[in-house]
C-alpha cells in the first residue's frame, strides 16, 4: 500500500500546509482522498463510504423474488462498471507503460537551458508508454507494426513530452493527411477486419498513391516491425526541434533513444506464431523483466547541427520523411533511461496516461516540421475526448511533478479545491497568486518568418525515392530479403492488381533489383511502368547503422533459453546447460510435456516453467532438446514437440541435442548445420545461442 494511503487526515493536512505557499499548487489536492487501497481487510464501502454489510446478493423482495430498484449499492456498483471503458487511443491504443527515470551524463549547457539537458547527474521520473499503432487495446503485441516510443519525463521545469517513434520517419509530410493514412490502415470501415495488420487494399490503395511514404515503406517492411522485446528497439523523436540556450541562439537537434541490449528483430513466420501463443508477448517480457530486477536501460543521444548545416544537407530536415544519418550527423550521448517499476494498476496510469508534444519547457523548442506542427494541436484535443475534461493534466500520472498553478478554474472532474478570491491575473488583491515569469518563463526561438501564405508543399520536399533507396541498399543481404519477402506477402493480401502493380511501380525508383524481385514474387506477368517521379532516386551514401543486424549485441542478456525434457531426461546435462546460459545473462525455462514436470534418468522430478502445447519454441531466443530414448518415443507422436524443434530451426535459432534430442530432430524431419550443437558442449551453444543462424534460412524458406 502506497504511503498515501495509510496517512491518516491530520499527516495529509499538515502536509499540505507544507507546500509551497501562495502558489495553487494541484500537487496536495490528489492528498484529500482517503480511499482504501486493496490488500487491508477494512470493510468494503460504497463510493459514499457507507460500509457494506453483503457484496455477493442484491437486495431482493423476496429470497425467490424480483430485485428492488431500491438497492442503491448494486446500482452504484453497476453503473460504475457500465462506465468503466473510455474510448481508446484512435492510435497507439494497446501499449506497455512503465514508470523510470533518466539520467544526464553528459551537459548540454552551451546550448540549452533546459535544466534536465544541462545538470550531469540529476534524475528526472520519467513515464514510458511504448505501443503498436493500428490495432485496438485489445490486439495482439506482434503485428507488422511501427512502435509508438512516448517518454514523458517530470522536469523540474515542467512536463516534457517527447512522443516518438521506433522509426525514424514517418509516411507523410502534412498533418493535413493523417486522418486519411490511419483510415487506409484500420480496419476496412465496411467489414471491420484486418485488426492491426496493413496487409489489405485499402492500406496499399493509399500508399500507392503517396510517393512521399516510400522511405518508411522501406521501413515498415523491414523487421525493424517485428521487434523481438521491447526492450530491443531504437526510439527517434523523428522531428528536427530547437535547443535555446542563455544568450538565445538556437540549434537544431534530433533526439534517439538506443538501447542497452542492443537492437533485435524476430522473422516474419515467428512473429506470426507467437501472436497465437502469446499475444501479450511483449508486455508480459517486459514485466518479466522488471519483477526479476533486470531493469531495460537506453543511452539518450542527439543530433546537433546549425542551419547553416542543414543547408548542406542533400535533404530538408524538416521533412519528416527524412533522417539525418549518423555517419553525417554523429549522435552525441547524453544519458540514460532505465525503466524500473511497473504501474500499479493499468488504466489509471498506462491508460491515462496523455502524451502531447507540445508539452515542452524552456530550452527546448519546435521546428516548423509540418507534421509536428499538427501534432501540436491533436493531441490535446484527442485527450479532451478521450478524457472528457480539461482537467485531465490533475490525473496523478499527468501531473507534473513540479508545483504549478494558474487561473485556470473549474470544468469537469476539477480535483483542486483552489482557495482564494483571486482566479485572475494581474490582480492587486493577492501578493502569492501566481504571476507571469520574464526571466523564467518559456520564450520561443526568435526566427523569423516571411514569404507568401498558401497551401504549399516546399520544394525541398520532393524528393521521395533517395533515402528509401539508401535505406534498402544498406541492409544486409538477408535484411534485403526480408524487406522484399514482406513486400511480397502484404502485396499478395491486396485483392486489386492495380494496386500491386503501383507499388511496384515505385519499387523501380527505389531498387530495380527489389522491384523485379517483388514482382516476381508476385507472379506479375511484365514489370509495370513507374510513376512519374519529381526528383529520380539520388545515389547517397551508404549508412549501415540502418541496419539491424549490425546493431545486434552478441550477447544473451535479456534474452531467453528453453530446455525441453521429458521423463527420462538427464539432468545432470540439463543443469549444466542452464547454469551456462543463466550465467551468460539468459533466463530459462524448462518445457516438459506436463507442468508439473518430468521424472530425470536418477529418479528425481524436475518442475516445468512451461507446459509443452502452450510453450512452443518461439517463445525462446534458443533451445535445448534434452532427451531419453523413450522420452524422444514418446515426444515423435506429439505434433507440439515436432513444431518445437522445426520452428526452432525453421527460425534460425541454435538447438543443443543430446542422442534423444537428435533422434527427435531426425523424426521432425530437422536438417543439421553449425547451429545444432551437442549439448555436451555448453560452450558452442552458448556461442551460437547469441546470433540467428542467418545462413540457415535459404535452407528452410524461398525468399524473394
Ligand atoms: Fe501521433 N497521435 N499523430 N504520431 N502518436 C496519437 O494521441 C497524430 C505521429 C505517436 O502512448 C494520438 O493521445 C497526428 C508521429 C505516439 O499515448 C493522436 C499526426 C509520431 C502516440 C495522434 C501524428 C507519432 C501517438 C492518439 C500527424 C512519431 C501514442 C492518442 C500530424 C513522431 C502516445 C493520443 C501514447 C498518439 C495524432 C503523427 C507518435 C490522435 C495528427 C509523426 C507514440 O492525437
Known sequence: MSKEMTMDYSEKNNRKKGSAPGTDSLLAAGGELHQIAGGEHSSLTTNQGVALSDNQNSLRANPRGPTLLEDFILREKITHFDHERIPERIVHARATGVHGFFELTASLKQYTTARILTEVGEKTPLFTRISTVAGGAGSVDTPRDVRGFAVKFYT??????????????FFIQDAIKFPDLIHAVKMEPDRGFPQAASAHDTFWDYISLTPESMHMVMWIMSDRTLPRSLRMI??????????????????????HWRPKLGLQSTIWDETVKIAGADPDFHRRDMFEAIAAGSFPEWEFAVQLFTQEEADTFPFDHLDPTKLIPEELVPLKVIGRMVLDRWPDNFFAETEQVA???GNIVPGIDFSNDPLLQGRLFSYIDTQLSRLGSPNFHQIPINAPKCPFGNHQRDGHMQMAPQAGRVAYEPNSLTASSPRENPAKGFHSAGVNENGVKGRVRAESFADHYSQARQFYLSQTAYEQAHIASALVFELSKVEHLHVREAMVGHLRHIDEDLAKRVAAGLALDKMPVAPPAAVPAREMKLSPALQIIGKMKNTLMGRAIGILIADGSDGAVITTLKKAAIDAGAAVKIVAPKVGGAKLADGSMLA???????????????????????????????????????????????????????????????????????????????????TRQWDREKSVRTLA
Not at 515542467?158 to 520517419?169: F, K, T
Open 355 to 357: 502524451y502531447c508534444p
Open 234 to 255: 531504437e526510439g527517434f523523436g523523428v522531428h528536427s526541434f530547437r535547443l535555446i540556450n542563455d544568450a538565445g541562439e538556437s540549434t537544431f537537434v534530433k533526439f
Open 608 to 690: 516445468a516453467d512451461g507446459q509443452l502445447a502452450g510453450t512452443p519454441s518461439v517463445m525462446f531466443d534458443a533451445v535445448a532438446v534434452i532427451l531419453s530414448d523413450e522420452g524422444a518415443q514418446a515426444l515423435s507422436k506429439e505434433s507440439a514437440a515436432i513444431d518445437f524443434v522445426r520452428d526452432a530451426f525453421g527460425h534460425l535459432k541454435a538447438i543443443a541435442v543430446d542422442k534423444g534430442g537428435r533422434a527427435l530432430l531426425k523424426t521432425a524431419n530437422v536438417g543439421h548445420d553449425a547451429g545444432v550443437v551437442d549439448a555436451g558442449d555448453k560452450n558452442a551453444f552458448i556461442t551460437a545461442a547469441k
Open 156 to 169: 523540474k521545469e515542467g512536463n516534457w513530452d517527447l512522443v516518438g517513434n521506433n522509426v525514424p520517419v
